[in-house]
């Protein structure tokens, strides 16, 4: 059974920074990409970034690129996407989630495994 784990959401303000991780564990995650995905309340599901499996290549979606880095150490199954200059509008619950294919997408639908998210909150 392929198991998503993530952590280290929490609350913080405007500005402050958080790195969230996702342990995987349980099933085959090479060479398949990792993705990070947020959900704002009444919004729907989006994606933020991913990164392929040999960590060379990596996506973000324009309104976090230049604060937030995907990572992963594929020897430990972990993946983790540090943000930094966080604002009020990155409140989101943040999912991880292991590809279908090798190739990497940006919608839901191309996302097998999922963990049960973390919420992030950024006052202002």
């Known amino acids: 059974q392929v198991q998503l784990v993530e952590s280290g959401g929490g609350l913080v303000q405007a500005g402050d920074s958080l790195r969230l991780s996702c342990a995987a564990s349980?099933?085959?995650?090479?060479?398949?990409?990792m993705a990070w995905f947020r959900q704002a309340s009444g919004k729907e599901r989006e994606f933020v970034a991913a990164?392929?499996?040999?960590?060379?290549?990596?996506y973000y979606a324009d309104s976090v690129k230049g604060r937030f880095t995907i990572s992963r150490d594929s020897a430990k199954n972990t993946a983790y996407l540090q943000m930094n200059s966080l604002k009020p509008e990155d409140t989101a619950v943040y999912y991880c989630a292991r590809s279908r294919t090798i190739k990497v997408v940006s919608d839901v639908g191309g996302y097998t495994y999922w963990g049960q998210g973390t919420q992030v909150t950024v006052s202002s």
């Open positions: 349980g099933g085959i995650f090479g060479p398949y990409p």
């Open positions: 990164i392929t499996w040999s960590a060379d290549v990596t």
